[in-house]
């Protein structure tokens, strides 16, 4: 089983239109978790961290199941601008030891 | 301005040449890592370093190498023997649990 997966999608979707993506992780000891956005021939950059409550920013929403060992990103009234691939992160083994991203959701919001 | 940099932003390099890419930060955290990012693929892991004067090898090492002589760079040389270094490569630093940090990336190519 891979440490990180999502569905590489890609996904299409109208303007307006609620999407969602899902990651799964396979070490249940993993600390912290993250979302980040990649634009294309563009660095990663963070969208959001995922907390055990769940949090919201505007039009996005993380949750966390660590029973489940999943990870989901909410992405509500979708706009041209949230086109990008958009990657699931863990810090499965804590402190400075490399992240473990996921190979990215690709999201493409058409007018 | 705090952040990452990383120069060239293009490089091309003919066959049998060695080259440095550069990696710098201001953010003043401790760990540093390289990651290599072929079109329409994820990130993997080249090198990383937690600390200054120590690094170790990722997932794809082979044809790499670094140093990490003070705690702001983290200089990446693509050898001779790397047999298919065209790519992109981004450089990263973190401490902990917290965010990390991309620079813009090297597009590098062999002729």
């Known amino acids: 089983r891979k440490e990180v997966e999502q569905d590489p999608g890609p996904f299409n979707v109208p303007e307006g239109a609620t999407v969602a993506f899902n990651c799964t992780y396979s070490?249940?000891?993993?600390?912290?978790f993250f979302w980040y956005r990649q634009d294309c021939r563009k660095e990663p950059k963070l969208l959001m961290s995922v907390y055990s409550s769940g949090n919201e920013d505007g039009r996005f929403t993380a949750q966390l199941n660590r029973a489940s060992q999943y990870i989901s990103l909410l992405i509500r009234d979708s706009k041209l601008s949230d086109s990008a691939t958009y990657l699931c992160?863990?810090?499965?083994?804590?402190?400075?030891?490399?992240?473990?991203f996921g190979k990215g959701t690709r999201l493409s919001v058409i007018a | 301005d705090g952040g990452i940099t990383q120069s060239p932003k293009y490089l091309f390099r003919k066959e049998g040449q060695n080259v440095t890419l550069s990696c710098e930060q201001n953010?003043?955290?401790?760990?540093m890592y390289w990651y290599r990012q072929d079109p329409g693929q994820g990130l993997r892991l080249i090198y990383y370093s937690q600390i200054v004067n120590d690094f170790q090898k990722g997932d794809i090492a082979e044809g790499y190498s670094v140093s990490r002589e003070k705690k702001e760079s983290f200089p990446l040389t693509v050898t001779s023997a790397q047999k298919n270094p065209t790519a992109f490569y981004l450089c990263?630093?973190?401490?902990?649990?917290?965010?990390?940090?991309f620079g813009p990336g090297t597009r590098l190519t062999v002729l």
């Open positions: 070490n249940s000891a993993s600390q912290s």
């Open positions: 953010l003043n955290h401790d760990a």
């Open positions: 992160v863990v810090n499965s083994w804590g402190g400075n030891t490399p992240l473990v």
């Open positions: 990263a630093s973190r401490t902990g649990e917290n965010e990390q940090f």
